[in-house]
């Protein structure tokens, strides 16, 4: 017995899709990003038919290992002109590291956006990183590797290291989006300052309410008009230390105008990617978040931080 979209639309409630509507998701883990033989979530192709019945524009394809530059051309050939598909490479030791070079390349390969390093992030490592445990699995080497390898961007006086100013010029220069990635908060303001400096705007802080315990400390960000993420995943884990009222709570402390909802979900355990943006956005609005709120931190709020038009895909 096979399960059609029909019937999928049939369970769902009157409407299903009207939050997602033009949305852009920031933030989507692909089949597989950390190994092959585990098949952690649908098939691309399937979630990205899915995505569009919920009436989404696009993804930003994300990996902690590999670039997903094939991947979202690949995809882009089946989606269509309605449906946008955004590759981009993660600064991790295993791509090169925080170096323009590897950006040059990624933008030559077609990347829309740089994501500095997650599990190889000093700052990750320190806390004992969630994709760290899970590499550790896979390869008996990987602490060896991290230790050995684990990045900071800023020196021992807080200022960027050479590489990072190189690294971000370059992303400047060739108008690609910039992510924060793992790194910790005063990493993540000494990027933001230097984008501002150089007058990249196109900057996202990477789910920091992992890392903070109020969302008042993200008011260094969004007070200078910097672009602030908030994640579905957390949520939706069973290690997970947020609630869905700790998003309300700080869309409530921060307002939306500067907050990009995404949904950053790989776990065979839950829903596929549109259904889990819907059931967060869904309890949003539950929780009091008005519904024009929603749609600017899902569709608006992500566009700005492609640097496309209010109604590209």
Sequence with gaps: MSVHDDDWAAAQPAGF????????????????????????????????????????????????LWPTTDRAFALRRIAGPDFA?????????????????VVELAAAHGASVIFFPTWGAAADAGRGGYITGLLRRLSPSIDTFVEERAIRVVDGNGELTGAARETLDACAALGLSV??????????????????????????????????????????????????????????????????????????TLGPDQLVLSSDVFSRWVPPEPE??????????????????????LAVNPRRFLGIGVDSP
């Design 276 to 297: 889990c943006l819907r059931l967060v956005a869904e309890q949003l609005v539950y929780l009091g978040v008005d519904r024009a709120s929603v749609h600017r931190m």
């Design 85 to 101: 598909v955004h590759g981009s490479f993660t600064l991790n030791p295993a791509l090169g590291g925080v170096s323009p070079t």
């Design 179 to 252: 992510a924060t990635g793992h790194v910790d908060l005063a990493e993540s303001t000494a990027i933001v300052e230097h984008c501002a400096g150089v007058e990249h705007t196109r900057v996202l802080v990477t789910h920091p309410l992992h890392y903070v315990n109020d969302a008042g400390e993200l008011r260094r960000f969004t007070d200078a008009g910097v672009l602030v993420e908030l994640a579905a995943a957390p949520l939706l884990h069973p290690d997970a230390h947020l609630h869905v009222r700790d998003l309300a709570r700080a869309v409530e």
């Design 17 to 64: 899709a009207e939050l997602l509507n033009g949305a852009i998701d920031v933030h989507v883990h692909g089949q597989s990003d950390l190994v092959a033989g585990t098949a952690s979530r649908g098939a691309d192709e399937g979630v990205l038919r899915l995505a569009q019945r919920y009436g989404m524009a696009g993804w930003v394809l994300k990996s902690h």
